[in-house]
């Protein structure tokens, strides 16, 4: 079964950056969609950005267009989330997750396999 690892979370001041990964332990997660959720303690998990599996379709949260973007590299195994102008709202856990489809979705219910998380905190 695929792992999916999270990595570069952080604490940053608002309107700063911060550059998500999530790597995969194997190569069959290219055939999929996958995307990131982000949770906030004692609320359900939220959407934030998904992209096809060829990377060639995307698709955002509207509370986070035009400031994150999502892509990968299927030759590393790698998916990314650049998240810029950050806002303190913006913290939460985020993990990243594998789709039981190819193209992007925001239903948690099209994902099988989600990493453990990373933390981002935003301070104001």
């Known amino acids: 079964q695929v792992q999916l690892v999270e990595s570069g979370g952080g604490t940053v001041q608002a309107g700063g950056s911060l550059r998500l990964s999530c790597v995969a332990s194997?190569?069959?997660?290219?055939?999929?969609?996958m995307g990131w959720f982000r949770q906030v303690l004692g609320k359900e998990r939220e959407f934030v950005a998904a992209i096809s599996m060829t990377g060639g379709s995307t698709y955002y949260a509207d509370s986070v267009k035009g400031r994150f973007s999502i892509s990968r590299d299927n030759t590393k195994t790698t998916m990314y989330l650049q998240m810029n102008s950050l806002k303190p709202e913006d913290t939460a856990v985020y993990y990243c997750a594998a789709s039981l489809v190819s193209q992007p979705m925001a239903q948690s219910t099209s994902y099988h396999t989600w990493g453990q998380g990373t933390q981002v905190t935003v301070s104001s």
């Open positions: 194997r190569r069959s997660i290219t055939n999929a969609a």
